[in-house]
């Protein structure tokens, strides 16, 4: 499963950030995935009960995901537009040509929630 091999090192990284903040457990995992990242969201999802199941820092986290669309800057509309993961890295909505992707590619963690100090 190519997914799981995509959660290890975030598990681990995050797993390491948790420890170094003495925080006893992650809630949450946020990641931003791109559409043309390469990832399928539903095996990120079910691979991530595996991928957490040696690391005890992790092992209730929830995975939150937030799918980022591919887009691309349009020289034409002087505009980032949406494109559909098939098109041609051209403009949907004049039909110009760019090769300017400025998202669709990502794979990151946007944040790892841990319990309160106070709560």
């Known amino acids: 499963m190519h997914e799981l091999s995509l ?3 975030v598990v681990a990284a995050v797993a390491r950030a948790a ?9 949450a995992v946020g990641l931003r995935v791109g559409t043309l990242s ?3 969201v539903e095996a990120l999802e079910g691979a991530w009960t595996i991928a957490i199941a040696d690391e ?4 209730h986290a929830r995975l939150d995901i937030q799918v980022l669309p591919a887009a691309i800057w349009c020289p034409g509309c002087q505009a980032e537009v949406e494109i559909d993961e098939f098109y041609a890295l051209k403009c949907p909505v004049c ?4 090769g300017n992707l400025v998202h669709g ?11 309160d100090a106070a709560g």
Do not use: C, N
Not at 56 to 59: E, G, L, Q, R, T
Not at 107 to 113: L, S
């Open 56 to 59: 005890p820092v992790m092992a």
């Open 105 to 115: 590619r990502e794979f990151e963690v946007a944040y790892a929630q841990v319990p």
């Open 95 to 98: 039909g110009t040509p760019s």
């Open 19 to 27: 420890k170094a903040a003495d925080a006893s457990e992650v809630e």
């Open 38 to 40: 390469g990832a399928d």
């Open 7 to 9: 959660l290890a090192p």
